[in-house]
Structures are given as structure tokens and as C-alpha cells.
């Protein structure tokens, strides 16, 4: 059973760094691409940024890349997601997802998602 748990959410203000953490199970994880995504209040979810399986490439969204840095340790199934310069437009609940057919492809169906974690950015 695929299991993924998010933590290192919390209250930054802007400017800030946070670092997330995704700790996983369930399924091979160097075989598996790995995103983040997030969902602000009641907007669509927004795919972040996503990596592949041996972490040799990695992908982010406009609104994210220079401040963000995906990562992963095959050997603790984690995957990581490094915040800095976090701005009040961040604030939003972090999913860690594993795609099932390319990066991001969770968020259309075709993957799993784990509970999340609340991020907030205010002075």
C-alpha cells in the first residue's frame, strides 16, 4: 500500500525558508517520479515541481523556480522540497505525490497523494 506523509509545514514570514519533507512506503521508491503540488483555500490544486526517479532531473513551475529546490534520498524513500525566499502567495496546503505516468501526472488521476501539510507566509 502506497503510503506518502508530508511534514515541516508551519508559519514563515516572507522572506523565509521552510523545507519540506515527504517520507514514503509502499512501492519501490527509485523507481518511482516524485512532485510536489499545492492547493491555496479553494482554488484547483497546482502542480510545483516534480523529480525523477535517480534525481537527475528536476522540474519546477514558473511561480516557484530560483526560490524552490526539489530533492530526494533514495536510500530514506524521501523526498524534500527547500523553500526560500517563501512569499505570501505561498501559503497553501503541500502535497507530495507520486506520479504514475510522468511528472505531474497525479494531478490528473494518475497517481497518489498524501494527506499534506499547511504552509503559511505571513508577516
Known amino acids: 500500500q502506497v503510503q506518502l506523509v508530508e511534514s515541516g509545514g508551519g508559519l514563515a514570514q516572507p522572506g523565509g525558508s521552510l523545507r519540506l519533507s515527504c517520507a514514503t512506503s509502499?512501492?519501490?521508491?527509485?523507481?518511482?517520479?516524485m512532485s510536489w503540488a499545492r492547493r491555496a483555500g479553494e482554488k484547483g490544486p497546482e502542480w510545483v515541481s516534480g523529480?525523477?526517479?535517480?534525481?537527475?532531473?528536476?522540474y519546477y513551475s514558473e511561480s516557484v523556480k530560483g526560490r524552490f529546490t526539489i530533492s530526494r534520498d533514495n536510500a530514506k524513500s524521501t523526498v524534500y522540497l527547500q523553500m526560500n525566499s517563501l512569499k505570501p502567495e505561498d501559503t497553501a496546503r503541500y502535497y507530495c505525490?507520486?506520479?504514475?505516468?510522468?511528472?505531474?501526472?497525479?494531478?490528473?488521476?494518475?497517481?497518489?497523494w498524501g494527506r499534506g501539510t499547511q504552509v503559511t507566509v505571513s508577516s
Open positions: 505525490t507520486k506520479d504514475a505516468r510522468g511528472i505531474g501526472s497525479a494531478l490528473e488521476g494518475f497517481g497518489s
Open positions: 509502499g512501492f519501490t521508491f527509485s523507481n518511482a517520479t
Open positions: 523529480i525523477t526517479g535517480d534525481g537527475s532531473e528536476t
